[in-house]
C-alpha cells in the first residue's frame, strides 16, 4: 500500500523531522505520523535504518520496518558532508517538531543543536530521547533500551526471588520512553501554539514565533516513571520492592496459575468484592466468609495460603472450563495470548485490531491498528515502511532544488 494521500487526522499540517534511528526515536515520530504528521525521516546513504534488517525479514527487508515506518517519507543525507548538514538544517528550520535519538552532543557537533535553532527559529521544538538525558555524569554514555529498564528500576522486580532477574521479550523501555516523548511534544506544541504560534520565517523586529522547547526524555527515567510506589516506600518504610514471579507484589491475590492440562491463566482477584466471588467460585467459602480476608491488607500476610487453594483449584480443571467458571463468576481471568490466539480471538477482531495491507509486489500482509482509537479523528496507514530514499526527489525539490542540483548531489553522494 505505497498510495500516498494527503493526511488526515488531528496532527494533518505538522511537519515533523525525524534524525535518529532504531527504535526510541522512529517510535516516537511514527504515533504522529499515524495521526497525520508529515514525517521526514533522515538516513544514511549506506543502508539506511538498521531497524530495516532486524528480525524477520521480506526480500532483505524487516517486517518490523512496514510498522515502525509507516507513512514516514524518508530521505538520503551523508551527514557526514557540509550540504547534506545544511539541507537537514533547512527542514529542522521548517518542522515543527524534531524527534532525536543521537548521542547528547551529535547534533551541536553538526550545528544542528536545539540552541543552534532555537537562536534562529524561536518557535524550536525538539524532542531528545538518549539513554541517560542530556545532563548528567552519565549524558555521553550509551544507553539502550535495556539500559534503562536496569537502571529504571524495571528489571529488578522482573522475574522469581530465587533467580536472576529477566527481560520482556520485547523493547519496552525505548517504546516506554517514545511513549514521553510524542506526551512532551504534544505539551510543547500546545504551549507554542497559545504564545505564539508557528515561526513566520523572519527574524529580527519581524520575528513572529510562539516559544519553543526541549524536551528532554531519557530513557531510564521513563522507566523509572512507571514504578509505582517504589520511592516513597523505600523513603519512608525501608522497604525494597522485590521479585514475586508471577504475582503482584502487595495485592493478593493477584497471580498466574496453571490449569489442568499445563496452560497458564492469569487471576487477578484483588477486589475485595472480587475475592469474596473468586473464593466461593473455587468452592472455598471457608475463605470467603473469613473476617480477616475482607480487605487486601489482611490478605497479602496470607498470599502463599489463598495462592495454594487457588492453584489446587486450577489444577482440577482444564482451561476451558477455568475460564467458563470464573467469568461467570466476574472475576477477571484471562489466557495469556500468543499472537495466533490474538489473530483468532473475537474480542481483537471485533474492535479491529489488525489492518489488511499488502507490499509493493502485491504481497498480503496484516498490520496492527492504530491506537488510540479516536472517535472523531483515528489514525490511519496510508503507506508502509518506505524504501530507502524513496521520497528524496519530491522533499529535496520541495525545498527548491532542481533536478540538475539533486541529481548532482546523488553523484557527490550528498544523498
Same mark, same amino acid.
Given at each position: 500500500?505505497?498510495?500516498?494521500?494527503?493526511?488526515?487526522?488531528?496532527?494533518a499540517g505538522i511537519k515533523v523531522l525525524e534524525l535518529g534511528t532504531l527504535i526510541a526515536g522512529p517510535f516516537c515520530s511514527r504515533m504522529l505520523a499515524e495521526f497525520g504528521a508529515e514525517v521526514i525521516k533522515v538516513e544514511?546513504?549506506?543502508?539506511?535504518?538498521?531497524?530495516?534488517?532486524?528480525?524477520?525479514?521480506?526480500?532483505?527487508?524487516?517486517?518490523?520496518?512496514? =510498522?515502525?515506518?509507516?507513512?514516514?517519507?524518508?530521505?538520503?543525507?551523508?551527514?557526514?558532508?557540509?550540504? %547534506?548538514? #545544511?539541507?537537514?538544517?533547512?527542514?529542522?528550520?521548517?518542522?515543527?517538531?524534531?524527534?532525536?535519538?543521537?548521542?547528547?552532543?551529535?547534533?551541536?557537533?553538526?550545528?544542528?543543536?536545539?540552541?543552534?535553532?532555537?537562536?534562529?527559529?524561536?518557535?524550536?521544538?525538539?524532542?531528545?530521547?538518549?539513554?541517560?538525558?542530556?545532563?548528567?555524569?552519565?549524558?555521553?554514555?550509551?544507553?539502550?533500551? %535495556?539500559?534503562?529498564?536496569?537502571?529504571?528500576?524495571?528489571?529488578?522486580?522482573?522475574? !522469581?526471588?530465587?533467580?536472576?532477574?529477566?527481560?520482556?521479550?520485547?523493547?519496552?523501555?525505548?517504546?516506554?520512553?517514545?511513549?514521553?516523548? =510524542?506526551?512532551?511534544?504534544?505539551?510543547?506544541?500546545? !504551549?507554542?501554539?497559545?504564545?505564539?504560534?508557528?515561526?513566520?520565517?523572519?527574524?529580527?523586529?519581524?520575528?513572529?514565533?510562539?516559544?519553543?522547547?526541549?524536551?528532554?526524555?531519557?530513557?531510564?527515567?521513563?522507566?523509572?516513571?512507571?514504578?509505582?510506589?517504589?520511592?516513597? #516506600?523505600?523513603?519512608?518504610?525501608?522497604?525494597?520492592?522485590?521479585?514475586?514471579?508471577?504475582?503482584?507484589?502487595?495485592? /493478593?491475590?493477584?497471580?498466574?496459575?496453571?490449569?489442568?492440562?499445563?496452560?497458564?491463566?492469569?487471576?487477578?482477584?484483588?477486589?475485595?468484592?472480587?475475592?469474596?466471588?473468586?473464593?466461593?467460585?473455587?468452592?472455598?467459602?471457608?475463605?470467603?466468609?473469613?473476617?480477616?480476608?475482607?480487605?487486601?491488607?489482611?490478605?497479602?500476610?496470607?498470599?502463599?495460603?489463598?495462592?495454594? %487453594?487457588?492453584?489446587?483449584?486450577?489444577?482440577?480443571?482444564?482451561?476451558?472450563?477455568?475460564?467458563?467458571?470464573?467469568?461467570?463468576?466476574? =472475576?477477571?481471568?484471562?489466557?495469556?495470548?500468543? /499472537?495466533? $490466539?490474538?489473530?483468532? $480471538?473475537?474480542?481483537?477482531? %471485533?474492535?479491529?485490531?489488525?489492518?489488511? !495491507?499488502?507490499?509493493?509486489?502485491?504481497?498480503?500482509?496484516?498490520?496492527?491498528?492504530?491506537?488510540?482509537?479516536?472517535?472523531?479523528?483515528?489514525?490511519?496507514?496510508?503507506?508502509?515502511?518506505?524504501?530507502?530514499?524513496?521520497?528524496?526527489? #519530491?522533499?529535496?525539490?520541495?525545498l527548491g532544488y532542481s533536478d540538475a542540483e539533486i541529481a548532482q548531489m546523488t553523484a557527490d553522494k550528498v544523498i
Amino acid at each position: 500500500m505505497q498510495s500516498q494521500a494527503k493526511a488526515h487526522g488531528p496532527l494533518a499540517g505538522i511537519k515533523v523531522l525525524e534524525l535518529g534511528t532504531l527504535i526510541a526515536g522512529p517510535f516516537c515520530s511514527r504515533m504522529l505520523a499515524e495521526f497525520g504528521a508529515e514525517v521526514i525521516k533522515v538516513e544514511s546513504p549506506d543502508g539506511g535504518d538498521p531497524l530495516r534488517r532486524w528480525r524477520v525479514l521480506k526480500d532483505g527487508t524487516s517486517l518490523w520496518w512496514s =510498522v515502525q515506518a509507516r507513512n514516514k517519507k524518508s530521505i538520503t543525507l551523508n551527514m557526514k558532508q557540509e550540504q %547534506a548538514r #545544511e539541507i537537514a538544517k533547512r527542514l529542522a528550520l521548517d518542522a515543527d517538531i524534531i524527534i532525536e535519538n543521537y548521542r547528547p552532543g551529535v547534533l551541536e557537533k553538526w550545528a544542528l543543536g536545539f540552541e543552534d535553532l532555537k537562536a534562529i527559529n524561536p518557535a524550536t521544538i525538539m524532542v531528545r530521547l538518549s539513554g541517560y538525558g542530556q545532563t548528567g555524569p552519565l549524558k555521553d554514555l550509551p544507553g539502550f533500551g %535495556a539500559i534503562g529498564e536496569s537502571m529504571g528500576g524495571l528489571r529488578y522486580v522482573s522475574g !522469581h526471588a530465587d533467580r536472576p532477574p529477566v527481560r520482556v521479550g520485547i523493547s519496552i523501555g525505548d517504546s516506554v520512553a517514545a511513549l514521553h516523548g =510524542v506526551i512532551g511534544a504534544m505539551m510543547a506544541l500546545r !504551549h507554542r501554539d497559545v504564545t505564539g504560534g508557528r515561526w513566520n520565517g523572519k527574524q529580527g523586529d519581524a520575528c513572529v514565533a510562539g516559544q519553543g522547547q526541549m524536551v528532554d526524555v531519557a530513557l531510564y527515567e521513563s522507566v523509572f516513571n512507571l514504578m509505582e510506589s517504589l520511592v516513597p #516506600e523505600f523513603d519512608h518504610a525501608g522497604v525494597v520492592r522485590e521479585r514475586t514471579g508471577g504475582a503482584l507484589p502487595g495485592i /493478593v491475590p493477584s497471580n498466574t496459575y496453571t490449569t489442568a492440562e499445563g496452560e497458564n491463566i492469569v487471576i487477578a482477584g484483588n477486589g475485595d468484592a472480587i475475592f469474596h466471588r473468586l473464593m466461593k467460585a473455587i468452592d472455598r467459602d471457608d475463605l470467603a466468609q473469613d473476617p480477616g480476608l475482607v480487605r487486601n491488607d489482611g490478605r497479602v500476610p496470607r498470599t502463599a495460603e489463598i495462592d495454594a %487453594a487457588i492453584q489446587a483449584w486450577c489444577s482440577g480443571h482444564d482451561i476451558e472450563t477455568a475460564l467458563q467458571i470464573l467469568k461467570a463468576a466476574d =472475576v477477571p481471568v484471562g489466557k495469556i495470548y500468543s /499472537v495466533r $490466539d490474538m489473530m483468532s $480471538d473475537p474480542q481483537f477482531l %471485533a474492535r479491529q485490531m489488525f489492518e489488511q !495491507h499488502a507490499f509493493e509486489d502485491g504481497t498480503p500482509v496484516k498490520l496492527p491498528a492504530i491506537t488510540p482509537k479516536m472517535s472523531e479523528t483515528p489514525g490511519q496507514t496510508q503507506w508502509l515502511g518506505p524504501r530507502l530514499g524513496q521520497h528524496n526527489q #519530491e522533499v529535496l525539490s520541495g525545498l527548491g532544488y532542481s533536478d540538475a542540483e539533486i541529481a548532482q548531489m546523488t553523484a557527490d553522494k550528498v544523498i
